[in-house]
């Protein structure tokens, strides 16, 4: 049996403008989600990602990484993307341990190496493609690095 497709008349939460949306669900769980939902027309969604994704940006600028081409929705979830693994990078670096100075000096010319690496992926697509990048795949690149400082 086909799913009924049901049409609601909703109201924005940012401009309060009427307009429609098409629910999928039983005619009461519909109901419920009309009433308890927040909906937003889309110019108002776009509005808000593209604020979302100028903030992202420019915090991200302010660390030394460039703008990101690409689509709008590519650039809008690659800042996001970005800004989830440089958490992950600074959750790795807070968590590290040092037995003397020099451990420690040469941990950040790594982390300032791998950073300057990031600088170079200007693509959004990259950023979307290195998406599921763990915190272990981090401390494996910064290990790299950090052995060519021992042998350089």
């Known amino acids: 049996m086909a799913e009924d497709i049901y049409d609601y008349d909703v109201r924005c939460g940012t401009c309060h403008k009427k307009f ?53 929705k590519q650039v809008s979830w ?24 020099s451990e420690k000096e040469k941990s950040d010319k790594a982390f300032e190496m791998f950073l300057m690496e990031w600088q170079e992926k200007t693509a959004a697509k990259w950023w979307i493609d290195h998406r599921k990048m763990t915190v272990r795949d981090i401390a494996d690149r910064i290990d790299e690095i950090s052995e060519t400082l021992n042998n350089g």
């Open 20 to 72: 429609k949306v098409q629910l999928f669900d039983s005619h009461e769980k519909n109901l419920f989600l009309v009433d308890k939902k927040s909906w937003y027309c889309e110019p108002c969604k776009k509005e808000y990602f593209k604020k979302q994704t100028d903030e992202r940006t420019k915090a991200q600028q302010e660390i030394g990484l460039p703008e990101l081409k690409g689509s709008v």
């Open 78 to 101: 690659s800042v996001k993307i970005r800004e989830e693994l440089i958490n992950k990078v600074n959750f790795l670096k807070k968590s590290l341990k040092f037995e003397n100075d």
